[in-house]
T-cell receptor, first 113, second 115 residues
Framework: DTEVTQTPKHLVMGMTNKKSLKCEQH?????MYWYKQKAKKPPELMFV???????INESVPSRFSPECPNSSLLNLHLHALQPEDSALYLC????????????FGPGTRLTVT | AQSVTQLDSQVPVFEEAPVELRCNYS??????LFWYVQYPNQGLQLLLK??????LVKGINGFEAEFNKSQTSFHLRKPSVHISDTAEYFC?????????????FGKGTKLSVIP
């Protein structure tokens, strides 16, 4: 099973709202990732967690706050977002072994109004 | 640092015709190579990967890719495409070795299959 699940599928939020995106995997992977993807562009890496610790933060604004409660779950807390933050947010996981290939979830389509 | 160039942003092809999506990479170290497919409004799905060994790699949905070290290329091919292959295709590279996190993506190639 190479499934990564993400909820919600769609999210519309105002600039003053607080919301969270959720990601879950049951493949025993020990690395989890958040990406942002704008239309007609490749995904851009935001954060990497390895063994539940934040390993990479690609200079993401503090209005995005990641959290890894355990090895299967990854959250992205959103607060005071801007309209330009509207995008597809993808979660991925990898085993940290071999080629460490990443498996992606279906994404959350976020619209900031 | 590595980079990936996908030479064609759009490739239209008739149904049942063969297709080749081109990918070139640049890196100062050994790399792993990947092709991902993204259907409309979905996440990325791993099509195939090259780690080492045989330079011809077979993936899902009838796709295959050939690694050419001298030309630093990893082109994706399918002998006969279907309407359902219409999607965005991303070539990606990561440094080989102990579990590199960073995937460097190309800009993507939009494959449109014409009935």
């Amino acid at each position: 099973d190479t499934e990564v699940t993400q909820t919600p599928k769609h999210l519309v939020m105002g600039m003053t709202n607080k919301k969270s995106l959720k990601c879950e995997q049951h493949m025993g992977h020990r690395a989890m990732y958040w990406y942002k993807q704008k239309a007609k562009k490749p995904p851009e890496l935001m954060f990497v967690y390895s063994y539940e610790k934040l390993s990479i933060n690609e200079s993401v604004p503090s209005r995005f706050s990641p959290e890894c409660p355990n090895s299967s779950l990854l959250n992205l807390h959103l607060h005071a977002l801007q309209p330009e933050d509207s995008a597809l947010y993808l979660c991925a996981s990898s085993s940290r072994q071999g080629a460490n290939e990443q498996y992606f979830g279906p994404g959350t389509r976020l619209t900031v109004t | 640092a590595q980079s990936v160039t996908q030479l064609d942003s759009q490739v239209p092809v008739f149904e049942e015709a063969p297709v080749e999506l081109r990918c070139n990479y640049s890196s100062s170290v050994s790399v792993y190579l990947f092709w991902y497919v993204q259907y409309p409004n979905q996440g990325l799905q791993l099509l195939l990967k090259y780690l080492s060994g045989s330079t011809l790699v077979k993936g899902i949905n009838g796709f295959e890719a050939e690694f050419n070290k001298s030309q630093t290329s990893f082109h994706l091919r399918k002998p006969s495409v279907h309407i359902s292959d219409t999607a965005e295709y991303f070539c990606a590279v990561s440094e080989s070795g102990a579990g590199s996190y960073q995937l460097t993506f190309g800009k993507g190639t939009k494959l449109s299959v014409i009935p």
